[in-house]
């Protein structure tokens, strides 16, 4: 859409001209459909009527993964159709500058390699500059797009960090493997049309036939929002040119058909890309364009910050911002993302669509316009998370006999792989009449009230700084309107400032208001509500109402002081609900009396709340954290969202006799302690029953441990544990013996446990999981298990000792062929009865001492590395497909696989199924 406050367009027509005109200042807006305020100007477009490519026209399908371990993680920064196989080209690693082929499979599947990553520049991408070479990866040189045209790809590059180059096109045949059918590199364009290389050396699109004459060309290519960014766009270019004189001309013609230069930052209205910015700002990265048949739109698609902007380093701690919090005399600004290391930062991110008019292009080409001069004619939010990267996000491809649009979101797969999002385009779809206007308020603690446009208002409410609460206005407005979104009621302790608050409606809901709160606030946080009626549900909030009455019995804590005192005396079914902090103990470890009792971080991220002992040696006076007497004591107790160790004996001691019964250990980290982390104790063979432990990480931070008596989640005689989704690391003896297990349910005399270990991935540690005595049962299945040797007492991976009726399925175990131990699983005993199956070892499946064993569709003493996807950090995932291990599995006790995946069916040999070697963006990122 040209620029309100500049330009008027008429509405398209068939066989028609376009109409351009300078607005006169001193006429009102209610005259300036007068005919004597216009000046005809002469553009040829297209006879057809079309329509524009908005919003409601894209239908989010869902995604598919593309596959691993062939070097396409950390890619997918440019995407191509190709009509041939009705395939996709995409990119491969950023430090190796490939190119494969890969199938297009149904939504939530996985594409098949059909051709493997190939440089299809023969050595030539780096020759960008006259007598410049440069290196590949992320200060190197890129490959900025790819295009199929006429049976052969077209591919640009450019320097990531450099002011410019010279030479940005090449041309390669469809067979990436193929040698002698490079073309390039070329150069396109020359100043002044093109500014500079690196407007015009990235995305790529075809111009359908019906457009050429009026734009210029067969092909449309450009970049921007690159480093230094003074040398390229602020903001999408296009430049147009004729495909087929790649190889021909020297320089090939180009065209301007919009761009934005330094001098002319249209997009952030104020001539700074650091401003917050609903169309553009120093974050934002942009990797595809297309232009879909039958519209007059050209879509451009990228991640964007829509928060308030700064440079320097990201901090996920309120408390941080505006400090130098990583010592390194750059300013901490928040941005719990994980996006963009040292550098600008504008959280939070939004992948993003940009539609551009192409009648405003051909003004452009026709010299009515200049190029800086036009501006989305409409703007929207994909519903896809960003995943934490720093590659360029929004690679596009349009597969014109699905009716298919695809766009590429690096790193958002599993691995570091890029996600492939797929859109259904439908030009039938009715356009919306009204739209709404919403957004995001971050570091809100308290209660804050919005208007829009001084009538509309709602009010917003959180109870901590690290919760995103996402608002609509209730009214909605018609297209063109404007909206004007205010703070009227700022909260106790807080000041509230609105970004992309003003603006107009662009046929689309406007998503991307972010309310961005400065200060520790909290002044209306209680511990009880004052009157006894507690508003919206909110925990301990008083803001009046008739809602729901005041939830009793939750406890916030802030201090070590009242941390203690939340555990003196607490009562059935409390909520201990503790601040962000480090709490070190320095009496007594926290007894568990009560029943039902929650204990968590106020935040939900386990590394905001760390509650430590003094030490994790012998004499260390505080030898646990979370302390259960023996007897019935803490029964159905929850611990999460927390970060606990440093103690003399055990982070968390159930001492026997049903003490913890029915408890819950859902992400916490627990680190260095003196003897195991998790110690369950027994009374004349009763333990702790009924317990769950899962998504946690055990580790000693500077292995070995202190003391050989040492070992992660250590049972006597425990009954219906649920051991799933933990990650154990570094759990090794120092000397003298060797260490207890990562795992271990067992007990001096028999005891009739029955347990599931399942998920859990085990690396150096000196032994895995270990079953002695058991007379009941264990299923131990999809465990990824790695021994590089470390240590003075590598050991196996799982140890059956004594036990009957175990079950050992689908299992990936390997250990370091030089340093490692001969075994990766032992039975030993007589008495003991399994059955062991559907396992995957690099080491000798080992029988000692007469155990009834039943072994079958197991694979050992096989080399195994190129199988698996990084077998020294126990990521165990198949990285190919091996006959030997496809659909060779045994169903019996196993369901799904490591990731969560179901298996049905012919099952895959060991922990990961490949085909279900999928991992998708969560609806709500939460990092921990």
């Given at each position: ?15 028609r ?52 371990g ?41 594409a098949?390699?059909?051709q ?133 001309d ?46 007059d ?91 934490p ?91 063109a ?11 106790v ?43 919206q ?14 939830s ?35 009496s ?10 929650i ?33 019935a ?19 968390i001691f ?45 580790e ?89 040797g ?50 995957l ?64 069916g ?23």
């Amino acid at each position: 859409m040209i620029k309100e406050s500049d330009f008027l367009r008429s509405t398209h027509t068939s066989s028609r001209k376009v109409l351009v005109m300078k607005k006169m200042k001193s006429i009102s807006m209610n005259h300036i459909f007068l005919p004597i305020l216009f000046l005809f100007v002469g553009l040829t477009i297209p006879a057809i009527s079309y329509s524009a490519l908005e919003s409601h026209n894209l239908l989010y399908q869902g995604s598919f993964q593309v596959p691993g371990g062939v070097g396409l993680d950390y890619g997918g920064y440019a995407l191509a159709y190709n009509p041939a196989n009705n395939s996709l080209f995409i990119t491969g690693h950023t430090y190796n500058q490939t190119v494969a082929e890969i199938s297009i499979p149904s939504v939530n599947g996985t594409a098949t390699l059909l051709q493997a990553p190939a440089d299809i520049t023969e050595g030539n991408l780096r020759n960008i500059g006259e007598g410049m070479t440069d290196t590949f990866g992320s200060n190197g040189v890129l490959m900025g797009g790819l295009l199929v045209q006429d049976g052969q790809l077209i591919g640009t590059s450019f320097p990531h960090y450099a002011s410019d180059a010279a030479y940005t096109h090449f041309t390669s045949g469809l067979d990436v493997d193929a040698t002698g059918d490079f073309g390039g590199m070329y150069r396109v364009g020359e100043t002044p049309e093109v500014p500079g290389a690196r407007f015009i050396d990235g995305w790529m699109a075809a111009i359908p036939t019906s457009w050429q004459t009026a734009l210029g060309g067969s092909v449309i290519s450009g970049n921007g929002g690159l480093s230094i960014i003074a040398s390229t766009s602020y903001g999408p270019a296009a430049f147009s040119f004729d495909h087929s004189r790649l190889g021909i001309d020297e320089p090939v013609t180009a065209n301007a058909l919009m761009y934005y230069p330094q001098s002319n930052q249209t997009l952030n209205g104020v001539n700074d890309s650091r401003a917050p910015s609903r169309f553009f700002n120093w974050t934002t990265k942009m990797a595809g364009s297309v232009i879909i048949p039958n519209t007059d739109s050209i879509v451009f698609f990228g991640y964007h910050g829509i928060g308030d902007t700064g440079y320097g380093n990201g901090t996920s701690d309120p408390d941080a911002i505006g400090t130098d919090c990583l010592g390194d005399g750059a300013t901490c600004f928040y941005d719990p993302s994980g996006m963009g290391g040292k550098g600008p930062h504008a959280y939070p991110y939004i992948y993003q669509a940009w539609s551009y008019d192409l009648a405003d292009l051909a003004a452009v080409h026709a010299g009515t316009l200049d190029p800086w001069e036009i501006t989305p004619a409409s703007v929207w939010e994909l519903p896809f998370e960003v995943a934490p990267t720093d590659l360029f996000g929004g690679a596009a491809a349009y597969n014109p006999t699905t009716e298919e649009l695809y766009v590429v979101a690096p790193r958002a797969g599993a691995y570091g792989l890029p996600l492939v999002h797929v859109f259904s385009v439908d030009l039938t779809t009715t356009a919306s009449s009204t739209f709404s206007v919403g957004g995001r308020a971050i570091l809100l603690n308290g209660t804050v009230t919005l208007q829009n446009n001084s009538g509309d208002s709602l009010t917003l409410s959180a109870t901590d700084r690290t919760t995103i609460q996402n608002f609509t206005f209730s009214s909605e407005l018609t297209d063109a309107a404007s909206f004007n979104v205010t703070v009227t009621a700022q909260p106790v302790g807080q000041t509230c400032s609105v970004m992309n608050g003003v603006g107009d409606i662009l046929s689309a809901d406007m998503t991307s208001v972010v309310i961005v709160c400065d200060g520790d606030g909290g002044g209306e946080v209680t511990s009880t509500c004052s009157d006894g009626i507690q508003n919206q549900d909110e925990d301990g909030v008083d803001c009046g109402g008739s809602c729901s009455a005041c939830s009793v019995g939750q406890i916030y804590v802030n201090s070590l002081s009242e941390l203690y005192t939340a555990f003196d005396g607490e009562q059935d079914g409390d909520e201990i609900i503790i601040a962000p902090g480090t709490y070190t103990l320095n009496s007594t470890a926290l007894s568990i009396n009560a029943d039902n009792i929650i204990i968590r971080s106020s935040t939900g991220n386990r590394e905001d709340v760390i509650i430590q002992g003094d030490g994790f040696e012998s004499n260390s006076s505080i030898k646990s954290i979370f302390y259960f007497p023996q007897g019935a004591y803490g029964q159905n107790t929850t611990i999460k969202d927390l970060t606990i160790g440093r103690v003399g004996w055990h982070a968390i001691f159930f001492n026997g006799n049903g003490s913890g019964n029915g408890s819950t250990i859902d992400n916490v980290r627990i680190f260095d302690c003196y003897e195991q982390f998790i110690k369950g104790a027994d009374v004349l063979n009763v333990g702790t029953d009924d317990v769950t432990v899962k998504n946690s990480l055990f580790e000693f931070t500077s292995p070995p441990a202190p003391n050989y008596y040492t070992g992660g989640i250590d049972i006597h005689a425990g009954d219906s544990w649920l051991i799933q989704d933990n990650e154990f690391k570094n759990i090794r003896s120092p000397s003298g013996a060797i260490s207890e297990h990562a795992i271990h349910m067992w007990s001096n005399d028999p005891f009739p446990g029955e347990n599931t270990i399942e998920r859990n991935k085990i690396l150096d540690c000196d032994r895995g999981i270990g079953i002695w005595n058991n007379t009941g049962s264990t299923i131990i299945r999809n465990n990824m298990i790695t021994s590089n040797g470390l240590g003075a007492f590598p050991d196996v991976g799982i140890d059956i000792q004594n036990s009957q009726n175990q079950y050992v399925y689908n299992n990936t175990i390997w250990n370091d062929p030089n340093e490692g131990y001969y075994a990766g699983i032992e039975v030993r005993g007589a008495t003991t009865t399994a059955i062991v199956r559907n396992n995957l070892t690099n080491a000798e499946i080992r029988d000692i001492n007469s155990p009834t064993v039943t072994e079958s569709n197991n694979i050992e003493l096989t080399t195994i590395n190129s199988w698996l996807v990084s077998p020294t950090t126990a990521d165990h995932h198949l990285s190919m497909s091996v006959s030997s291990i496809i659909d060779q599995g045994y169903m019996g006790v196993v369901t799904d696989d490591f990731d969560g995946q179901n298996r049905s069916g012919a099952i895959d040999i060991g922990a990961d199924e490949l085909e279900l070697n999928l991992v998708f963006p969560p609806s709500s990122l939460r990092l921990n």
